[in-house]
């Protein structure tokens, strides 16, 4: 059975730094891109950063662009997202994607449950 689980989220005050990571088990996604993902509360889920397999493409969306980090260690089967400068509107339910079954930027076919992140002003 496949599953992502996220770590890393919690409580930061606005400026500050958090590590996310997201470890998969059951398969390797070594040959898969992987994503971070975000919801806030009544609004939709948006997608973060994505990065391919090779490691070595990396996408963001315009909001975390020069503050957010998204790396990969295929030995243990995990990405990461550094997030760096937090701000208020980047609180969040943070949740890891695997294997594109689609859009890069939505479509994916293993989700993990999220971890919460709520940065403090």
């Known amino acids: 059975q496949v599953q992502l689980v996220e770590s890393g989220g919690g409580l930061v005050q606005a400026g500050g730094s958090l590590r996310l990571s997201c470890a998969a088990s059951g398969r390797s996604f070594r040959s898969s891109a992987m994503g971070w993902f975000r919801q806030a509360p009544g609004k939709e889920r948006e997608f973060v950063a994505v990065i391919l397999w090779t490691g070595g493409t990396l996408y963001y969306s315009d909001s975390v662009k020069g503050r957010f980090t998204i790396s990969r260690d295929n030995a243990k089967n995990t990405v990461y997202l550094q997030m760096n400068s937090l701000k208020p509107e980047d609180t969040a339910v943070y949740y890891c994607?695997?294997?594109?079954?689609?859009?890069?930027?939505?479509?994916?076919?293993?989700w993990g449950q999220g971890t919460q992140v709520t940065v403090a002003s």
């Open positions: 994607a695997a294997q594109p079954s689609g859009s890069l930027y939505k479509d994916y076919a293993y």
